[in-house]
């Protein structure tokens, strides 16, 4: 423990990494100046009222809400609100993704029982009035992306950025310090991998939790909830966007907007601490941590890359596991993730399976390093 305090404190004292995280935090705070929505704003204050189940109870108390600049517009929009859960059936998105992507064999059969198996989780939505919730109405879409795109999409990437230098940076510490052949000549100085691994996971992991609470909590202020906080993300006025087209934004579970970004939150720690693994893995093979960072860019282009020129469907659904893709596929996630995934649930097994993988990397890295000649 104690020479994980010590690897701790000099992760803290990297001047880059200060000026880094006040860098982002400003970056955070400009953006969310930008997202503001004024009436989205009214529905937050109005939703604490009217409640967030459509119908004929909050059509009575949306009529007794005090005439303002978007009360006409806020009972308009929800007045003559449909189910559009009714009937929804998702056979076409499947026939789609299979003529799209010219599927055959295993991964057209893969990608067909995803979608059956979703169709269950639509007729659950429906079955529970998801679909029939306020949210923000028809500034639903803007303040879901402001959100959950743009905002966490941020933390995110700033967040796998910093684990990823923090652990090159620790790992590299020695090498740097031109103290790596004293520290690396004995099998106890080779065993201090061990601790540089727990105090760049728990910097890491820190950092980002610091600049995800102050970032939201900025964000929250600028762009209030309200009572929206206890509506489906499933409510009929949210959708994704699926290449050209639009359809129902529904999830495999019934979650809350707050619900929602607290398993978002999760998933991203998750990402973070993939990201850390494998900067750990490759800082233990690169001995220049800046060489290293490149080698983590360059490898996870190339999987971001690789499925768009691959014939090979289900080397490239694998692909679409890895961590870069759950990042970039963030806007579906707890979704059916849409055509680039055949898995129900790709982002909790993606990120699942990825550990597993970073993690027994990880270990034979640590066997190879303890192997390898300094010279």
């Not at 404190?9 to 997202?35: C, D, R, S, Y």
């Not at 009972?75 to 010219?102: C, F, H, K, P, W």
């Not at 289900?314 to 579906?332: A, E, H, K």
């Amino acid at each position: 423990m104690t020479i994980i305090k010590h690897e701790l404190k000099k992760i803290i004292m990297f001047p880059a990494l200060i000026g880094f995280v006040v860098l982002a935090l400003a970056v955070n705070i400009a953006v969310a100046l930008t997202m503001q929505n004024s009436y989205a704003d009214f529905i937050a204050e109005a939703s604490r009222q009217t409640g967030v189940s459509l119908g004929a109870g909050f059509d009575e108390r949306a009529a007794g809400l005090e005439p303002r600049l978007y009360t006409d517009l806020l009972r308009l929009q929800t007045g003559d609100m449909t189910d559009v859960l009714y009937g929804y059936t998702t056979g076409y998105i499947a026939d789609s993704a299979v003529m799209r992507l010219e599927l055959s064999g295993l991964s057209e059969r893969l990608m067909r029982s995803k979608f059956e198996q979703f169709q269950y989780a639509v007729d659950a939505r429906q079955a529970a009035g998801d679909s029939m919730t306020l949210y923000f109405a028809q500034a639903t879409f803007w303040r879901h992306e402001a959100l959950f795109e743009y905002t966490m999409g941020l933390l995110i990437f700033q967040g796998i950025i910093l684990a990823s230098l923090i652990m090159l940076l620790s790992i590299g510490y020695e090498s740097a310090a031109k103290t790596d052949f004293v520290v690396f000549s004995t099998k106890t100085g080779r065993r201090i991998n061990r601790h540089k691994l727990a105090a760049g996971a728990i910097a890491g992991i820190g950092v980002y939790i610091l600049l995800a609470a102050i970032t939201l909590s900025i964000y929250l202020a600028l762009n209030p909830m309200g009572g929206t906080w206890g509506s489906s993300v499933s409510s009929g006025f949210n959708f994704v966007r699926d290449g050209f087209t639009a359809r129902p934004f529904v999830t495999w579970h019934s979650l809350t907007v707050a619900e929602y970004l607290l398993a978002s939150v999760g998933i991203a720690l998750a990402l973070v601490l993939c990201f850390s693994l494998m900067a750990y893995s490759i800082g233990l093979w690169i001995k220049n941590s800046y060489a290293g960072f490149l080698a983590i860019v360059a490898l996870n282009v190339a999987l971001y890359l690789l499925p768009y020129y691959s014939p090979l469907w289900m080397l490239n659904f694998t692909i679409t596991q890895s961590p870069v893709w759950i990042v970039m596929m963030r806007v579906f996630w707890f979704t059916d993730g849409g055509p680039n995934v055949i898995w129900p649930h790709f982002e909790t097994v993606g990120v699942v399976g990825s550990l597993v993988v970073l993690a027994v990397l990880g270990v034979f890295s640590v066997s190879r390093f303890k192997r390898r000649n300094l010279v």
